[in-house]
Structures are given as structure tokens and as C-alpha cells.
């Protein structure tokens, strides 16, 4: 459990909270019970982890403010296991 001296250990298992809890197609809001325990009061952590697990994401699909991740072929480069059919083209899960 977190205290104000979180550990490696500790932004381990929030991330791991939260991408198993997006695995399962559960809500974020879903997820603030099972992160409580990780949540000290009047502490930003585990939403600290959680603001450089998402730049750690952007900066994989390489965006930015000067060059924004483009809808356009976004399936093809970052799920290209999922197939659609028809009108479902533009349509993602």
C-alpha cells in the first residue's frame, strides 16, 4: 500500500490496476475503488503514474503539439488484428 515514499513497486501495480482494468473494458471512474488503497490523502500518486504512463503513450505513436496523431490509418498502425466489414469501417470499439 502507498504511503507519501511510494516505491517502483508501488507505480508498478497502478499501472497494473489500471491496463487490467482497461483490458476488461472497465471505466476509469470504475477503477477508483480498486486504487484506493494506492491513494494516500492530500497525495497525487497514483495519478502521477498515470499522467507519464499517458505522455509515455503519446510519445509512442509519436504525437505532439506540433504533430497530432492522425485519425487516419490509426487501426492499420496500432490494431492491425482487428477487421472490419462494410460500414463498420468507421466505426472502432
Given amino acids: 500500500m502507498a ?3 511510494t516505491t517502483p513497486e508501488d507505480a508498478a501495480t497502478a ?3 489500471l491496463l487490467h482494468g482497461l483490458a476488461r473494458d472497465a471505466r ?3 477503477l477508483l475503488g480498486e486504487l484506493e488503497p494506492w491513494h494516500p490523502r492530500n497525495y ?4 502521477e503514474v498515470f499522467l507519464s504512463f499517458a505522455a509515455d503513450a503519446l510519445d ?3 504525437a505532439s503539439r506540433g504533430g497530432p496523431l492522425s485519425l487516419e490509418w490509426l487501426r492499420e498502425r496500432f490494431v492491425p488484428e482487428l477487421a472490419f466489414r462494410g460500414r ?3 466505426k472502432l470499439p
Fill in 3 to 5: 504511503t507519501n515514499r
Fill in 15 to 17: 499501472r497494473q490496476i
Fill in 28 to 30: 476509469v471512474p470504475g
Fill in 44 to 47: 497525487t500518486f497514483p495519478g
Fill in 60 to 62: 509512442w505513436c509519436e
Fill in 88 to 90: 463498420q469501417h468507421k
